[in-house]
């Protein structure tokens, strides 16, 4: 369950405050897997950022008891000079893990991610797909009550992108996602509840269908 | 998942970022060890050099090698830790992707690593004095390890003042070299405060540093007293800035954060 009250964020703009969220409160229920729609731009980065702690409202509060994965996006929180094994070994640390967990989850991830001797290589020589394969194997051998996903569904060559559903599916036995993407056959697939960003609001939608046909009426 | 303390997180990301920096430090490619040992090497030969030619009289009851290493390892500790922490938050910037990762964690993982390199090179430079069969004898080894420590603390408070104010303020940071060029030169480095003329004396009594290298070289060497150390003073440009630091830091970790 994730609950915000009087949520308000802006940018500041040459032309003023830019609003994301202006005075939203909302609950979202436990166990439903989210999707968000929204135009680029509209805030669903910062959204997601916002509910993974490592960006801040301007004013109100977002609350929740649940533990939320890093926002896994294109860019991706990872220290370029590093190579794939050194950030995988970095954020098992930043968990607690302990020496044996490290061992197995780079295991773990060398597995999924089959970027092969990339593995060992700085992460600044990686295209984004490698970049993006090896955050979302890693936050597959934690245990989140909530994966933050921006995007990165969609990279990959057709193997990959298949592999990442079934694992994503088998993974939300146990947790939920908060999913932002622009495919909508993988937001259907996915994704139970809907919510759309648009100009400082959000709108929570109760099926996913509906939250697809807001976003394309806004659109219009 | 299980729930931590924040104490306990903060302990795994320092460790966790400590080990990172040593690895990009100090990899196979960069000679890290080398550098940090030939930084301070290079000053003692150079200014030991321009000593003998100068003049032929040197500091007596000590050896002037071994006052010039006490020095530059004091010195580039301090400034490495200033320099450090500057480029901290920049140098990170990708990891606070995980909440764990604090601004501040990286501050405190680069003094530990400074010290760390400082560590290393004193032990080399002490193998080295005693293959030279140098007077190596330290007079009273407990307060020149306060002294050290007090050091240490001193550059963290301004290191992390200027790590705050460099992150918005850029100009802040090209002061800072200016300074440090300036510090290298005031901060009674080659020579005693007691060897100035009065005026002289006074003036440079007002950098800071001055007191923590004298307090350094006074407790080292039999020949050398404490005797221009105000302790009053140390403490002030301690508190105060690491004052100043935390303060500015919690107002604008956010902003760090996000930015």
């Known amino acids: ?220 | 998942m299980n729930k931590r303390t924040s104490m306990e997180i903060f302990k795994s990301v320092v460790l966790a970022l400590f080990l990172r920096e040593v690895q990009t430090r100090f990899g196979t490619k960069k000679l890290g060890y080398f550098w940090a040992v030939f930084d301070a090497m290079f000053m003692v030969l150079i200014f030991a050099g321009l000593k003998s030619l100068i003049s032929s009289k040197s500091m007596p009851g000590l050896d002037f090698h071994v006052f010039l290493a006490t020095s530059f390892l004091a010195f580039f500790l301090w400034k490495n830790i200033v320099n450090q922490s500057m480029s901290a938050f920049s140098a990170n910037k990708a990891l606070f992707a995980y909440k764990q990762v604090k601004p501040f964690d990286t501050v405190v993982t680069r003094v530990l690593l400074e010290l760390l390199v400082s560590s290393v090179a004193t032990s080399i430079f002490v193998l080295i004095g005693l293959y030279l069969g140098l007077d190596i004898s330290v007079e009273n080894f407990n307060m020149v390890m306060l002294a050290v420590i007090w050091l240490v603390v001193f550059g963290f408070a301004i290191g992390l003042m200027t790590a705050v104010f460099s992150y918005f303020y850029e100009f802040y940071a090209k002061v800072m070299k200016i300074v440090m060029i300036f510090l290298f030169w005031t901060s009674a480095l080659m020579f005693t405060v007691d060897s100035l003329p009065p005026l002289a004396r006074e003036i440079v009594l007002y950098n800071p540093l001055v007191h923590f290298i004298e307090m350094i070289h006074g407790y080292y060497f039999h020949a050398l007293s404490t005797y221009y150390v105000d302790y009053e003073y140390m403490l002030y440009w301690t508190l105060i800035p690491l004052w100043i630091g935390l303060f500015f830091y919690q107002r604008s970790e956010k902003r760090i954060l996000s930015s």
């Open chain 1, 1 to 220: 369950m994730i609950e915000l009250h009087n949520v308000t964020k802006y940018f500041k703009t040459s032309s003023g405050k830019k609003y994301i969220l202006n005075n939203v409160t909302m609950t979202i229920p436990s166990d439903v897997n989210v999707g968000l729609l929204g135009r680029n731009g509209a805030g669903k980065s910062t959204l997601l950022r916002m509910l993974g702690g490592i960006d801040f409202p301007n004013s109100g509060i977002i609350t929740s008891p649940n533990s939320f994965s890093w926002p896994m996006g294109l860019a991706g929180g990872f220290q370029g000079s590093m190579t794939g094994r050194q950030n995988v070994k970095f954020v098992c640390r930043i968990y607690g893990k302990s020496d044996y967990e490290i061992e197995r989850s780079i295991e773990a991830v060398k597995e999924f991610a089959e970027i092969g001797d990339y593995f060992d290589m700085p992460i600044k020589t990686y295209s984004s797909g490698m970049k993006s394969r090896l955050s979302f194997g890693l936050s597959l051998v934690f245990d989140f009550d909530y994966l933050i996903i921006d995007e990165t569904l969609s990279v990959g060559d057709k193997n990959f992108q298949e592999k990442s559903k079934k694992a994503l599916r088998k993974k939300i036995e146990n947790c939920n996602v908060l999913l932002v993407s622009h495919s909508m056959p993988i937001l259907r697939e996915i994704c139970d509840v809907g919510i759309v960003v648009h100009q400082g609001q959000i709108y929570y939608c109760d099926t996913i269908e509906e939250a697809i046909e807001t976003y394309n009426n806004i659109n219009k």
